[in-house]
């Protein structure tokens, strides 16, 4: 059986790798026009040296551009930063999703992972209500959140982060359909590592899944269609991080200035900027209070890099990392097994370095190295 040149994978590999046609005819060598061709599947190449070709540029295996193009997300993704990022960043990024939920495929037959809950969270509920009734549905209580992605990981919602090309990406969420189950993906750029940035990137994740219809296309939306959502997923986050009856009586016990809610920022683990537009919502300092403690930190250079942000840490995302570990470990795959599964079960043909990229994992966890074996060695004697 003759295979067939799948135009939709080539273009999935140029996304992947931030590519446009134009760049990739110039580094293959043929005409932009013919590789637009390629990718909408009106022509093939010919050439087996094209094909090389392609796969050496893009770093994808041959094979890959031969499999059955398979997806399990739907078309939605909240992406933060939406309107500021380049729609080139985001196609890259939502196929990097597309790939890491081909590898969860696999994964979830071999590992029981914790179930996703759909929640009873009513769609007439606001952000702040619908923060408040997660908290309680997950009993959290009303204290500050130390480890947020290990609480989601434990309610059924994955979790990565890769290096990303611009800093315009900070986190997005997608849904991955496995049947009759619904789990979600959050990926967030580990180009930040402040515990306090990453833990509102992920709660305004949350609020999207938790609030939001994923059956929609949410580049469609007018742009006051979309700010609103993002508004909504931002005042779900801070009542979720910030519970107004704790936080504000925190708020409220000690001077409104920067000194004070660095302090309080080592309890709650939210960023300074969040804390003092949440106390000016909740009426612990006036307008003027609050725009006045922001250009103090625009004059300092603390709204890009706070205080803190170096020494607050939250743990790495597990699930995924320890998942394929576990079956490396137990002796269900070598490496090399792994790889072979995910090509010929799953449709994905990608090299072994891609998946540790997507699943954050130790570099070299998924390639077989030789053991080479020394010639035992002794002390030498003193006499």
Not at 22 to 27: G, I, P, Q, R, S
Not at 85 to 99: A, D, H, L, S
Not at 356 to 369: F, S
Request: proline share 4%; aromatic share 10%.
């Amino acid at each position: 059986m003759n295979k067939v040149f799948n135009g939709e994978r080539l273009k999935k590999a140029r996304i992947y790798r931030g590519l446009t046609v134009a760049e990739l005819a110039e580094k293959v060598g043929c005409q932009r026009q013919t590789l637009s061709m390629y990718e909408i599947s009106k022509s093939s190449p010919s050439d087996n040296n094209i094909i090389k070709r392609i796969s050496h540029e893009l770093d994808f295996p041959i094979n890959y551009f031969y499999e059955k193009t398979i997806s399990n997300i739907s078309e939605t993704v909240y992406f933060r930063s939406l309107l500021t990022t380049n729609k080139k960043y985001r196609n890259e990024q939502i196929v990097k999703m597309e790939f890491l939920s081909q590898v969860y495929m696999l994964l979830q037959d071999y590992i029981e992972f914790p179930q996703f809950e759909t929640l009873n969270i009513s769609s007439e509920l606001s952000p702040k209500e619908a923060a408040k009734k997660l908290r309680e549905l997950w009993e959290l209580g009303n204290e500050p959140i130390d480890n947020l992605i290990s609480i989601v990981e434990q309610h059924g919602i994955l979790v990565t982060s890769f290096a990303t090309t611009t800093d315009d990406v900070d986190a997005f969420s997608q849904l991955v359909n496995l049947g009759d189950t619904p789990t979600f993906l959050i990926a967030y750029s580990n180009n930040k590592t402040s515990a306090a940035r990453i833990h509102f990137d992920i709660a305004h994740e949350l609020g999207h899944i938790f609030l939001h219809d994923w059956s929609e296309d949410i580049e469609s939306l007018l742009k006051d269609e979309f700010k609103n959502r993002e508004r909504e997923a931002n005042d779900f986050a801070a009542e979720f991080l910030l519970p107004e009856e704790t936080f504000k009586r925190d708020a409220q016990n000690g001077p409104q200035t920067i000194p004070y809610y660095k302090f309080l920022k080592k309890k709650w683990k939210v960023s300074i900027a969040a804390m003092i537009r949440r106390a000016e919502k909740l009426g612990v300092m006036t307008t003027e209070e609050y725009q006045n403690l922001i250009r103090i930190m625009q004059r300092r250079g603390q709204r890009k890099e706070e205080p803190l942000d170096d020494i607050l840490l939250t743990a790495e995302p597990a699930l995924l990392k320890m998942s394929v570990m576990m079956l490396l470990q137990e002796k269900v795959f070598t490496p090399d097994e792994f790889m072979n599964e995910l090509s010929d079960e799953y449709g994905l043909s990608i090299n072994a370095s891609e998946v540790e990229y997507l699943l954050d994992l130790p570099r070299g966890t998924l390639v077989t190295t030789k053991i080479i074996n020394f010639p035992t060695l002794q002390v030498k004697s003193k006499d």
